[in-house]
């Protein structure tokens, strides 16, 4: 079993910044590629971003490419979500979620994860 705890969250205006942390514990971190994931009312979930296990390679959904960075810390079982630029559109419930994988295929599909965070909300003001 993966445990993981999102924090962060919050309210911010139109082009602030925020960074999400996902902190996890029960299993070898390292093992593990993690993505996090949104969803917003009415709507459903959607890919964000996802790391591999050793955090060389890193994929992003087309809406928050240039504007969002994964990254992890393996020594302290944590990833992040640094969000820049803020638009009310990211507005939404983030979930950070963690993969039993050493490779770097398919990190973009949800159903693929195997634990997921209760999720932290993100709201941007507009």
């Known amino acids: 079993q993966v445990q993981l705890v999102e924090s962060g969250g919050g309210l911010v205006q139109a082009g602030g910044s925020l960074r999400l942390s996902c902190a996890a514990s029960?299993?070898?971190?390292?093992?593990?590629?993690m993505g996090w994931f949104r969803q917003a009312p009415g709507k459903e979930r959607e890919f964000v971003t996802a790391i591999s296990w050793g955090g060389g390679t890193t994929f992003y959904a087309d809406s928050v490419k240039g504007r969002f960075t994964i990254s992890r810390d393996n020594a302290k079982n944590t990833v992040y979500l640094q969000m820049n630029s803020l638009k009310p559109e990211d507005t939404a419930v983030y979930f950070c979620a963690a993969r039993s994988y050493r490779g770097t295929v398919y990190l973009e599909a949800a159903a693929k994860y195997d634990y997921w965070g209760q999720g932290t909300q993100v709201t941007v003001s507009s």
């Open positions: 029960g299993r070898t971190f390292s093992n593990y590629a």
